[in-house]
């Protein structure tokens, strides 16, 4: 069982639509929990940012965080075509070193 | 554009040749970084840098991979005798916020290798 783990997709929606986007982790030591997005031949750009469990909402975004179930989410409000990306999950734990380690991503498209 | 900043964003190369990267990190961040991405894969971790002091190293940093980062600024990274399973994306990342235990990470474009 890998550490952290996405549904790969391709998951592809209409314009507007609410996306989900979800990891599950094995590790309970993780503490820190961020989302990325990466467009096809670049690097990745950090979306959210959260610690421990809990809401945090920021524009089109929320990511919720649920320790007890070692489940963590991304939903994007109106989505729109430029939001078709991969979308990367990365956790870490605190005095884990910087060592982050990511799930493999989900591919979204979202169709006009 | 200040954010960080890769060179070259692409590199053929043959099987046994000796290759180097290059990463400039945002200019005040402390923190350095490197990760290698594969097609449908996430980054995964080699190496880490604050300041010029190289902290921690993956195990899949093998010996033929070396990571310098000589005056606490840029950081070179080079891959000696290239095989065909190091064909990858090599990404850098920077962060600051000394005294916190998990800083969030900027990613440069990164630097696509092939290895013939």
């Known amino acids: 069982q890998k550490e952290v783990e996405q549904d790969p997709g391709p998951l592809s929606v209409p314009e507007g639509a609410i996306v989900s986007l979800n990891c599950t982790y094995s590790?309970?030591?993780?503490?820190?929990f961020m989302w990325y997005r990466q467009y096809s031949r670049k690097g990745p750009e950090l979306l959210m940012y959260t610690y421990s469990s809990g809401n945090k909402e920021d524009g089109r975004f929320t990511a919720q965080v649920d320790k007890s179930s070692k489940y963590i989410s991304l939903f994007i409000r109106d989505s729109q075509p430029s939001d078709s990306a991969t979308y990367l999950c990365?956790?870490?734990?605190?005095?884990?070193?910087?060592?982050?380690?990511f799930g493999p991503g989900t591919r979204l498209s979202v169709l006009p | 554009d200040t954010g960080v900043s890769q060179n070259p964003r692409h590199k053929i190369t043959k099987r046994g040749q000796n290759v180097t990267f290059r990463c400039d990190p945002i200019s005040e961040h402390n923190r350095l970084y490197w990760y290698r991405q594969t097609l449908g894969q996430g980054p995964e971790f080699l190496t880490y840098?604050?300041?010029?002091?190289?902290?921690?190293k993956s195990r899949l940093l093998s010996d033929r991979f070396s990571a310098e980062r000589p005056k606490g600024s840029f950081s070179t990274l080079e891959i000696q005798r290239t095989e065909q399973g190091d064909s990858a994306m090599y990404l850098c990342?920077?962060?600051?916020?000394?005294?916190?235990?998990?800083?969030?990470?900027?990613f440069g474009p990164g630097t696509r290798l092939t290895v013939l």
């Open positions: 990365a956790m870490n734990w605190p005095h884990g070193g910087q060592n982050f380690v």
């Open positions: 840098f604050q300041n010029e002091a190289q902290l921690e």
């Open positions: 990342a920077s962060s600051s916020h000394p005294g916190r235990s998990t800083d969030t990470q900027y």
């Open positions: 590790n309970s030591a993780f503490q820190y």
